[in-house]
């Protein structure tokens, strides 16, 4: 089958369903065995932040990277996986608080602090950022990984979800609003606010997956992540700016928060085709390497054709 037939015949609804269940099976281990640690009174809006909704895509792709190393889903990297998903989930909710973003609805519903309060929700968020790190140690020690593999692992997702990363990239977004950003730092903003947890969904499956830290093939799944992440906050404005609050399940609101957006910078059409051409950057970053994954192929497709 050459690669064009290939990918025709790679199903991507199905695919996102199946995989979508394993990370939720997944989540329901995790929830199990980490909300006893958290306090009482934040376990509801752990629960909402993490059980509703969403589309999965960060625990996904890890799953993808190791499993195009030859890993097998046997050896529980949708475990290691979820602890991608437990800091998307703290970042969403903090995201949507009065002080942030302040967004009542978000996946269709109320937001957790709408629900639960906001107390609940710093506290509780607060509490998944820890629980997500203890819930990788545990995981890749299940997984039988080497400590030195398991260290590599806590590293790249602490550096991701801090001030290195997703933490730093929303202070520029913050303290952006009101001022027109240019396309550079437009770029630094995003490339950590939403691109440094995507980047390292696809680093800890290589990480997990490869039998040593500094393999070459590394570098390509970042470069496919890097590529990947701009792609999808590109889209993100795009859908920000064209869609409805049913089709988006919240409210669009960058105009709102007066914030610099790539549609602004480079109209729909432009935004458009720079997404395209990252989506192309991240496909040839994994065939330079010699990595075939159709899953993969077909996800830097949808990370721009997806709808919500
Ligand atoms: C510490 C108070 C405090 C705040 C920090 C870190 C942080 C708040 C916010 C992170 C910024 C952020 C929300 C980044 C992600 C941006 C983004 C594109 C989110 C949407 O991701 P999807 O579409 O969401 O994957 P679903 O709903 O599918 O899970």
């Known amino acids: 089958m050459d690669s064009s037939t290939a990918e025709a015949a790679f199903d991507i609804p199905a695919f996102l369903r199946a995989e979508r269940r394993r990370v939720e099976a997944a989540l329901g281990r995790a929830l199990a065995a980490l909300l006893p640690l958290a306090p009482l009174p934040t376990r509801d809006a752990i629960r909402q932040g993490v059980t509703t909704g969403g589309k999965r895509l960060r625990p996904i792709l890890c799953m993808a990277a190791y499993e195009a190393l030859g890993g097998s889903p046997r050896h529980g990297i949708e475990d290691l996986a979820v602890s991608l998903e437990l800091i998307h989930a703290y970042s969403l909710m903090h995201d949507d608080l009065p002080c942030m973003d302040d967004a009542p609805l978000r996946r269709g519903s109320p937001t957790p602090h709408m629900v639960h309060g906001e107390p609940a929700v710093v506290l509780g968020g607060a509490a998944l950022i820890s629980l997500a790190h203890l819930h990788l140690w545990r995981s890749s020690g299940a997984m039988g990984l080497s400590h030195t593999t398991r260290r590599e692992l806590l590293r790249v997702l602490a550096r991701a ?125 994994l065939a330079d390497a010699g990595i075939e994954s159709p899953a993969l192929e077909a996800l830097a497709d949808y990370v721009v054709t997806r709808d919500r």
């Open 161 to 285: 979800a801090g001030a290195e990363g997703m933490v730093g990239g929303q202070a520029l977004d913050l303290w952006g609003e009101g001022r027109a950003l240019g396309r550079a730092e437009l770029d630094e903003l995003h490339s950590r606010k939403t691109g440094a947890l995507l980047t390292a969904s696809l680093e800890l499956g290589a990480v997990a997956g490869l039998p040593e830290l500094d393999h070459p093939a590394r570098e390509a799944f970042a470069s496919y992540g890097r590529a990947i992440g701009l792609a999808f906050q590109i889209a993100d404005d795009v859908l920000d700016a064209t869609a409805d609050t049913e089709a988006l399940g919240k409210a669009p609101s960058d105009a709102a928060l007066e914030k610099s957006t790539y549609v602004a910078l480079l109209g729909v059409d432009g935004a458009r085709l720079v997404a395209g051409r990252l989506v192309g950057e991240a496909r040839a970053a």
